[in-house]
């Protein structure tokens, strides 16, 4: 198993960017490396547990977090101001495949799912491959990272649920690009679609709740196509056939 | 001046007393990229059974204040899986005492699981679980009545040599009726206390939060009550304890030994921070200085 480091890092900044989101930037020397998909357990003050997070972009001594408040623990978390430390174990997991078959890859994210798939678009255009985007959302008010992706040179399809913004619908809706393989992060019953409607290899990134978030409390395991899996050390990424649907 | 961390239990020298509780450090080996191990005093292996299991459903794990609740329910790859593979691997990278914890459904499943874990020989110590809260008719149904904590103490202590340390249920009124009568039946140490049987509702659904509705208790939350059961049967039984339940620093190793406890087991505070272990072994000596402390084992059962 890799070597995982805890580290105390500076917010940065930790701002809103939609009603209930937030991004977090955190920097510090001695930051391990993190890969796409690969995610972090951060501490929160008053909390026994760490909360995982997922890595939305990282560079050598600094990673940015897209959270939603969901209960207490993000929260405390969004209340949280610059110059404040939080000690962070990273990184956990095990990423996105990069290396995927062929030149096109197609990314699909729903709400922030949309997050751990921007670092990896990132790292697929630095390979030279062709990347194309479908994000799916609840509503218009819940559309995050957009500017983000069209900095990279990508114009992702939008799709909402209730047709506010985009195309109306879900992603499975949105005219699936040419690929050679596909990446999804998001809810499950998107992921599910996604993976049996769309052709070639692919990946996607689970969600658990979580004990260590290191491979050792086994709280988090799930049965899969190869036996029991623990989200966090085995996954978060796994293979779509992987998957007991 | 140099502290001695040094212990002693069923006749095995520890070079510190500090070991992380079956469960909340997998097989030793997930970590041992992280940080050297043998800066461990012991290591408790994941409770093991004789054939493999999954587990139970997840949501597996529900936090509360200072603790949580797990419901993993014994995941583990089965007896021959460790000897063959865990203990053997763990053996090449870690020279402490290393224990394995024990589990079944059945005197029968116990006996034959220690059979196996009597001929491997990297096992020094055998943890028989009778605490799991998280699984039916097995588990704790043996760590709440003292004559079938009796039965299967017995049944095991007839198929092993190596030392036997029962873990005990802390769900009982009487706890250290459940000691003595592991005692009487042949065990070589205690181990206490396991989780509490404990349970958290999803006030918005209306649903348990774990999907096998209850769970363990464990943590911070659980640590006075775990001094007070060590200190009364660390008074009432003659074989050493081992102190176990909401550790999460050096003071409360510290206060564990005072209360009675020849060594100490630390759990929950490893899923929130892996290197606790690593941490409390580092910080020990400066706690002992002032506290006046030259040799750990000198504090054992002062209170």
New interface residues.
Partial sequence: ????T?IRLEIISNLPVTHNCFRLELAGEGLPAVAPGQFVQLEVPG????RPISVHDASSERIVLIYKTVGE?TKILSQMTPRQSLEV?APLGRGFDPGMSGKRALLIGGGLGSAPLYSLAKTLLAAGKQVEVILGFNTAADLVLLDEYRALGIEPAVVTLDGSYGIKGVVTDAPIPEHDCFYTCGPLPMMRAVCRQLEGPGELSME?????G??????????TAGG?ARVC?DGPVFKKEDILW | MVRDLSTEFCGIGLKNPVIPAS????FG??????FDLNILGGISL?GTTLEPR??NP???????????L?S?GL?NPGVLALVNEKVPALRKLYGGCIIANVSGFAVDEYRECCRIADGCEGIDIIELNISCPNVHGGGMAFGTDARAAAEVTAAVRSVTHKPLVVKLSPNVSDIVAIARACEDAGADGLCLVNTFLGMRIDIKTRKPILANRTGGLS??AIFPVAVRMVNQVAHACKVPVMGCGGVATAENVIEMMMAGASAVQVG?E??????ACKEIVEALPGVMEQLGIEKLSDIIGCV
């Fill in positions: 198993m890799p070597s995982i805890k909390k026994f547990l760490r623990g174990l658990e709740r979580m004990g260590c290191a491979g050792f409390c086994y709280g988090c395991t799930i049965q029991p050390a | 469960g909340t450090f997998g080996l997930e970590l041992a990229d992280s994941k999954f587990g997840t949501p597996r794990i529900a936090e509360c204040e200072a603790g949580l797990n993993v995941q943590g911070p929950s490893n899923l929130r921070n892996p290197f």
